[in-house]
């Protein structure tokens, strides 16, 4: 009778959710109140590859903070009412999803920081606008679309974009996870290294990024004389791959993994008296990394696409963030400054779409910027393409100094170093850089 | 041989770290007949807690080491022991896996929420210890190995050799060797199994202590993950040893170290054999030695000689309902369903028409559970990978093929159903061979624990090797899948899933009512006696097997098609199998409202830890605590409360008739009351507020805010009545002869709670209140805290005054009405630590839905408990009253349920008692 009773409740109380609530909204504009804009975000709890994916909340609660001191944008608080947990599976990641759009009734969705994002699906299909870390082939189309634009690219056509216009992965909404890496490569040639290794583990994420690695190291003539793409995360005992790194020379070594992964490989290969290699990892720029490792890290590259915050001069965006960042005593990461650039390319839609916005059109003012920036932060982003393959592929590069990083082959002021891409370049000789100072930025994006 | 050296130096130091972890799982598989799986979380719990002092408290390594190896995990493995597993000593195989499964699932998530979520990096090393830098390096003739590497060589070869000397040489090692062999005979000789099993557990947990610090700077991060996979490696290592012998259990850590050193050298480091090969090297010795060496089977199970004296296990719940109750409920069903169909179609939200269509799909995978464990009596840990199987299986055809989508759903099905065939073909039939062709004797069957493990080995096999395939789930982002045209709706998809769930339980019941299901327990009691009488114990199998994976298979393609997409590893992880097990078997796995109350507590309490901003790993913590159970209730918590239920219905009945007899003779005693006169007035106040927020809230076209003066004046009546009702019922208790001067301890409990109000008021933990308010709530709450268990202990007083050999209550129905007033104090608290955005904090600052409907619910279920316990207690109080010598109640027997009361009436109640 207990059990009776306690569903009668509970399915009376939910059949109650048809009852609509208060707040008088208009068309197209969910979650927004005469003094509030509502936002929800969505993340996994830790990547499978120990990624600090829930730090992305902390990005985009900072941003809102210093557009509300200024008085919002329009009079309305910009506000994070959810932060969701998707438990890492592809159905936690729908419910969240649609508890955001249905529960929680908010304007846009970010940030989306997830393993899985199997909820992008139904956000594209409620034209919700949708923020987030670009890691997942949902940000793109199904697998399919996302597989097909790749195959475009293979056969030599660059036209083919993703039909999910609606979704903005920080770094775009396409990546070509089997396209040839440059930056692996590029790091190598400037090294002069002449025999390369490349590790990765056998989760699929990380057999995709190694793919891409071992294209553009044949692409750019790195020869790749050892490979294991066999470990486990966490796992393994690395005692061979130590043994054929020495006894093969290797002098660079590339990694597809976690940093701590790296890491070990590192220090057995040093520990077994091998010195003079360079490692490259493309996670782990942090600032925790290097003040507790220090001079460990000497020899290691990190690779990123984003202004290093290192540099001698920092636009305005990365001092803004920087500076909310250390008020809020939260050290920086990679993750929570995609929060903040998810915030501020949402923002920035919401002041070209003017007082009237709806989730509409913020989503056709955002894909109307042609060279956004984040205020300085990204090489320019071409959102009118249509969400398609990039004709630009940047990165900024940092080196391990004595426990400091010290970026690295740019220019000054002008710290991301670009390649041409779709098609891409036969060399690596001919880059060139991305003034941060003069970045051009779409619109201001503080205050209202 | 060079090569062979430096396999040995580099492969050594990894195989100590498995024969660590395996040792400590043989000692107390030896002592105490535990297969601790738990084994590997201990040890993450001890390098968490080395991490905490060492690196983040600054304290001095030694002080770190001391604390975590030789304070924290022997207190850890005593406490294990006291509170657990000494109930457990001779209780049957499956009770003692799956508790270990539920902490191997808890113990991670608490040290994580006490330590962080994030994994640690570069966790301190031991190696100054014994006075090396931790820097240093040895060359070893040419072959370099690190001081870490070094110092668990050290440390682990000390180790074995001192639990080696302590089982041969010492009492306690014999006495520890005598308790797994029959710890019943051991106490008839004078010795206290109990002492020695709390020993060994204490020793066990040291070695999981040391076992974590050592593993933590060779792994070189501190993840739970990790360490839950080092669990398989050290069950192979242990297999090596026959789960019985420490030396062959330490060669077998060797030989796996040692082996996975080779391992790159022989099969390579690229390719897909290499990829297949090297990540699952220790899942597929665990598996080839559990199916290919007849030895390890053959051992003389562990079991008690005198375990065949207890009692067999309780009849099903529906087994105890008289003729009446059973009418009842086959009216009663179809029109629930019905109804419950009804309101799914039409007026629940949408998405929560999508959760529970979530709960269903995961019904039908967990009652393959039902099929397999709770009708064949064995536990698997590869559901997951069957409803993988199935899964990818249905999104091949549906994607590859164009099959209809519900054809696919089939042959999803059907595919799994074929690959449990296959499994139990390849474990029954390649021994079989072997033992016919090879050994020239018969083979014991795989069975049991072993199976179990088999399953566990396999399903992580499966993840790592079969579904990264390219040609099963085509890539990293898997396979795209859509429903069927007509079933794009939620409403219509959860129509789909409910048909198809409902089909397959009346399968279940359909197979436990009829012929199979009596073979299967025919076989479950004894295989000998069963195949005496015909039943082909091997046919049975492949039934059995090929069921329970086709329905999870079933189950696992309705999940991927809800999801629209199939990937690998994401949807259906290995782990998982692990929770359903034991979601499924702590709630009930004989029935399908087992199966089914555990799906939806699975995907709803996720909901309601969200909502209420509570870390989701408290639902995981829930769950693994919650297997606990499953020892004193082996046939579910929900079977339990079934039964429990419906003896109280036939108690009350038989009572109120001889309340009938009596208030025709004119003698029923004026401290009689019938328990609808106490319950009504309490729950009038709580059903009234909810029926006018009911009705209020659509005709003004939004939610009634919540209005305290408007609560209270729905409330405070029934509070009022409650509270008064339980002075007097006390006091009518101590009048005959319960707790004396119980007004003391209501009145203390009362002052308490008004102090307790206080403080949350002077925290800032009752957002809007006065400090009047908080007093005048804590009052009635202390109060409520002491009678929930002041009046049943005075029931029992009473009850053992005259002697009674059962009480009608006990002090245990306290535990749910407080255990959730803890909870809403907690809820409140959390208020003061959540954001303002969580739903915690929303609902008291902003009222009712969307936010509010977690704790409105929680409130909701808080009242039902607590009137149940009203209830409970008016009528354990009715019983003193009427009862008495000569009443017979309806007890555990079933047969006794429809025969009349035929007790006299009691001389207390001529002499005026409660």
């Known amino acids: 009778m207990k059990r009776l009773l306690v569903l009668v409740v509970a399915l009376s109380t939910i059949g109650l959710g048809t009852v609509s609530t208060a707040q008088a909204q208009g068309a197209g504009r969910p979650g927004v109140t005469a003094t509030e804009i509502k936002v929800g975000g969505l993340s996994s709890p830790m990547s499978v590859l120990n990624v600090p994916y829930a730090d992305g909340f902390d990005g985009v609660n900072a941003y809102f903070d210093t557009i509300n001191k200024k008085g919002g944008v329009y009079g309305k608080k910009l506000k994070l009412v959810a932060q969701l947990d998707d438990l890492g599976s592809p159905s936690g990641n729908i419910r969240a999803a649609r508890s955001l759009v249905e529960e929680k009734k908010v304007f846009a969705v970010m940030p989306v920081m997830t393993n899985s994002f199997a909820g992008s699906a139904y956000l594209a299909s409620k034209n919700v606008p949708t923020f987030g870390l670009n890691i997942d082939a949902g940000w793109c189309g199904t697998s399919t679309e996302h597989r097909a634009v790749e195959d475009a690219i293979a056969a030599g056509k660059y036209d083919k974009v993703c039909p999910r216009p609606t979704l903005f992965g920080e770094k775009g909404s396409f990546i070509c996870f089997s396209c040839g890496q440059i930056s692996p490569a590029y790091v190598a040639l400037k090294k002069g290294a002449k025999r390369a290794a490349l590790f990765t583990y056998t989760h699929s994420s990380s057999a995709a990024c190694a793919e891409g690695t071992r294209a553009g190291f044949k692409q750019y003539g790195i020869d790749l004389v050892y490979e294991d793409t066999s470990l486990e995360f966490g796992f393994s005992d690395v005692s061979a791959d130590v043994q054929a790194l020495k006894d093969k020379n290797v002098d660079f070594v590339s990694t597809c993994m976690d940093f701590g992964g790296a890491f070990k490989i590192s220090q057995g290969l040093k520990q077994a008296g091998g010195t003079g290699v360079t490692f490259y990892a493309p996670e782990g720029y942090r600032e925790s990394t290097i003040k507790k490792y220090g001079s460990q890290l000497n020899g290691w590259f990190f690779g990123f696409a984003f202004i290093p915050w290192q540099s001698k001069v920092l636009p305005a965006g990365a001092k803004a963030y920087l500076k909310a960042m250390k008020q809020k005593g939260i050290a920086p990461s990679e993750q929570s400054q995609a929060g903040w650039i998810n915030a501020n390319m949402f923002v920035d839609g919401l002041l070209k779409a003017g007082k009237d916005f709806t989730q509409a059109s913020v989503v056709d003012a955002i894909n109307s910027f042609t060279a956004f920036t984040a205020n300085g932060m990204l090489p320019p982003q071409n959102w009118s393409n249509g969400h398609g393959p990039d004709t630009q592929a940047c990165a900024a590069y940092v080196e391990a100094v004595n426990g400091k990083f010290v970026p690295r082959f740019g220019k000054p002021g002008q710290p991301i170093v670009c390649f041409p891409d779709n098609p891409r370049p036969p060399t690596l000789d001919d880059p060139y850089y991305l003034p941060a100072k003069t970045g051009t930025t779409t619109t201001t994006s503080a205050g209202s | ?914």
């Open chain 2, 1 to 914: 041989m060079n090569q062979f050296i430096s396999w040995l130096i580099e492969g050594a130091p990894v195989g100590c770290i498995y024969a660590l972890v395996a040792v400590g799982l043989v000692l107390t598989y030896k002592t105490s007949g535990v297969f601790n799986l738990a084994f590997s979380a201990q040890a993450f719990a001890s390098g968490a807690v080395f991490y905490e002092t060492v690196i983040n408290s600054h304290w001095p390594l030694w002080l770190g080491f001391v604390f975590a190896v030789l304070i924290f995990s022997p207190l850890l493995g005593l406490l294990l022991d006291r509170a657990l597993f000494r109930y457990m000593r001779t209780a049957p195989w499956q009770v003692k896996l799956v508790t270990a499964l539920g902490l191997l699932l808890a113990l991670p998530e608490i040290v994580k929420l006490f330590f962080g979520a994030q994994p640690a990096e570069a966790p301190p090393s031991i190696a100054p210890l014994i006075g090396i830098d931790k820097f240093k390096v040895f060359d070893v003739g040419g072959y370099f190995i690190s001081a870490d590497r070094l110092t668990t060589v050290v440390f682990t070869v000390v180790a074995v050799i001192l639990l080696g000397l302590m089982f041969r040489f010492t009492s306690i090692g014999l006495q520890m060797r005598a308790v797994v062999e029959s710890p019943r005979m051991v106490e008839l000789a004078g010795v206290d199994a109990d002492r020695v099993s709390m020993t060994s557990w204490i020793l066990s947990s040291t070695l999981a202590g040391l076992a974590g610090v050592l593993l933590a700077p060779l792994y070189f991060i501190l993840d739970g993950n990790t360490y839950t996979l080092l669990i398989i490696a050290a069950i192979a290592a242990a297999a090596v040893g026959r789960f019985v012998s420490i030396p062959f259990t330490l060669l077998g850590g060797l030989l796996l170290g040692v082996g996975e050193r080779a391992l790159p050298d022989i099969v390579g480091t690229t390719g897909s054999f290499a990829q297949d090969v090297r990540p699952s090297f220790p899942f597929i010795v665990l598996f080839a030695l559990l199916v290919f060496w007849p030895k390890l089977r053959e051992q003389r199970v562990v079991s008690d000689p005198l375990s065949g004296v207890d009692p067999p296990p309780p009849a099903m719940a529906h087994e105890y309902k008289d003729a009446n109750l059973q009418r009842m409920s086959k009216i009663a069903f179809p029109i629930f369903i019905a109804g419950f169909v009804l309101v799914m179609m039409t007026i629940v939200s949408p998405l929560w028409v999508t959760r529970l269509t979530d709960a269903f799909a995961l019904a039908v995978v967990f009652l393959s559970i039902t099929i397999f464990t709770g009708l064949g009596g064995q536990i698997s840990l590869a559901q997951a990978s069957f409803a993988a199987f199935g899964g990818f299986a249905m999104a091949n055809a549906a994607e590859q093929f164009n099959v209809p989508a519900l054809l696919a759903l089939v042959i999803g099905a059907i595919v799994a159903a074929i690959v449990g065939a296959l499994f139990v073909l390849f474990i029954d039939g390649l021994p079989a061979l072997i033992g016919r062709f090879i050994l020239r004797r018969p083979v014991v069957r795989l069975a049991g624990l072993y199976l179990s493990l088999a399953t566990l080995a396999f399903a992580f096999m499966a993840e790592k090797v079969i579904f990264r395939r390219e040609a099963i789930s085509q890539g990293e982002y898997g396979i795209a899948v859509s429903r069927p045209d007509f079933a794009q709706g939620d409403r219509m998809w959860f129509l789909v899933v409910f048909i198809a769930f409902a089909l397959v339980a009346f399968l279940v019941i359909f197979i436990r009512k009829g012929t199979i299901g009596q073979y299967l327990a025919a076989l479950r009691g004894s295989e000998n006696a069963a195949a005496s009488i015909g039943i082909n114990a091997t046919s049975l199998r492949i039934i059995l097997f090929s069921l329970s994976a086709g329905i999870a298979g079933l189950g696992g393609a309705l999940i991927g098609m809800a999801q629209g997409r199939v990937e690998p590893v994401a949807t259906y992880p290995a782990l998982f199998g692990v929770v359903w097990v034991v979601l499924v078997v702590t709630l009930g796995s004989r029935t399908v409202d087992g199966a089914v109350n555990a799906a939806i507590g699975f995907v709803v309490f996720q909901w309601l830890f969200e909502a209420l901003g509570l870390p989701p790993a408290i639902a995981i913590i829930g769950f693994g605590f919650g297997a606990i159970t499953y020892a004193r209730h082996p046939e579910g918590i929900v079977e339990f409360q079934t039964r429990k239920s419906i003896l109280a219905t036939a108690r009350q009945r038989t009572l109120k008739k001889r309340a009938e007899e009596l208030v025709r003779v004119e003698k029923l005693p004026t401290t009689y009351r019938p328990v609808w006169q106490v319950v009504a007035p309490v729950l009038a106040g709580p059903a009234l507020y909810l029926l006018y927020v009911l009705v209020r809230s659509p005709i003004q076209g939004r939610w009634v805010a919540i209005h305290t003066v408007t609560l209270l004046v729905f409330l405070v009546p029934s509070l009022l009545f409650a509270l008064v009702w339980m002075f007097a019922t006390s006091h009518r208790l101590h009048q005959a002869g319960g707790v004396a001067r119980d007004w003391i301890y209501l009145f203390a409990g009362g002052v308490v709670g008004a102090l307790v109000g206080a403080l949350f008021y002077n925290q800032g933990w009752v957002p809007r209140a006065e400090l009047l308010h908080c007093v005048l709530a804590g009052i009635p709450a202390g109060v409520a805290s002491v009678a929930f268990f002041l009046l049943p202990v005075q029931i029992n007083r009473i009850a053992d005054n005259r002697g009674w050999l059962s009480s009608p209550i006990s002090w245990r129905e306290g535990r749910a009405p407080f255990g959730f007033l803890l909870f809403g104090a907690f809820l409140f608290f959390r208020t003061s630590v959540t954001d303002a955005s969580s739903s915690t904090g929303s609902f008291i600052n902003h009222g009712f839905p969307p936010s509010g409907w977690p704790v409105f619910v929680l409130v909701a279920i808080f009242v039902i408990t607590w009137v149940q316990w009203v209830a409970g207690v008016q009528g354990a109080s009715n019983e003193l009253a009427i009862g008495g010598e000569g009443f017979e109640s309806p007890d555990e027997s079933v047969s006794n349920i429809d025969e009349e009361s035929s007790a006299s009436i009691p001389a207390q109640i001529d002499s005026g008692g409660v």
